[in-house]
């Protein structure tokens, strides 16, 4: 039983430094904030198609594009800072 509580224990410290992370202030929060999100979704959800592969939220996609041109990143670039930064995720609705 320690083993559970240990990981209870780290699963709570790693919500809790999300949630501090969620509420600092932050250039990306900001952005975030400012982006009309729904109009984006609006244009851009008629170019993915519901059959086939799933699709991935249109903010998420979209998200993804602006970080990468903001900070200069490929493909892979982005989606590795996206992975181990709580702001990226933030600021792509994750």
Same mark, same amino acid.
């Given at each position: 039983?320690?083993?559970?509580?240990?990981?209870?224990?780290?699963?709570?410290?790693?919500?809790?430094?999300?949630?501090?992370?969620?509420t600092?202030?932050?250039?990306?929060?900001?952005?975030?904030?400012?982006i009309?999100?729904?109009?984006?979704?609006?244009? /851009?959800? $008629?170019? #993915?198609?519901?059959n086939?592969?799933? &699709?991935?939220? @249109?903010?998420?996609?979209?998200?993804?594009?602006? /970080?990468? $041109?903001? #900070?200069?990143?490929?493909d892979?670039? &982005?989606?590795? @800072?996206?992975?181990?930064?709580?702001?990226?995720q933030?600021?792509?609705?994750?």
């Amino acid at each position: 039983m320690k083993n559970v509580t240990c990981c209870s224990n780290v699963m709570g410290l790693f919500a809790t430094l999300t949630l501090l992370a969620a509420t600092t202030t932050n250039y990306l929060t900001e952005l975030s904030n400012n982006i009309d999100w729904i109009s984006i979704e609006d244009k /851009l959800n $008629q170019y #993915y198609k519901d059959n086939g592969r799933k &699709v991935l939220p @249109v903010r998420l996609l979209a998200g993804l594009l602006i /970080l990468k $041109q903001l #900070y200069g990143l490929s493909d892979e670039g &982005v989606i590795e @800072v996206w992975r181990m930064n709580p702001f990226y995720q933030i600021f792509t609705g994750s």
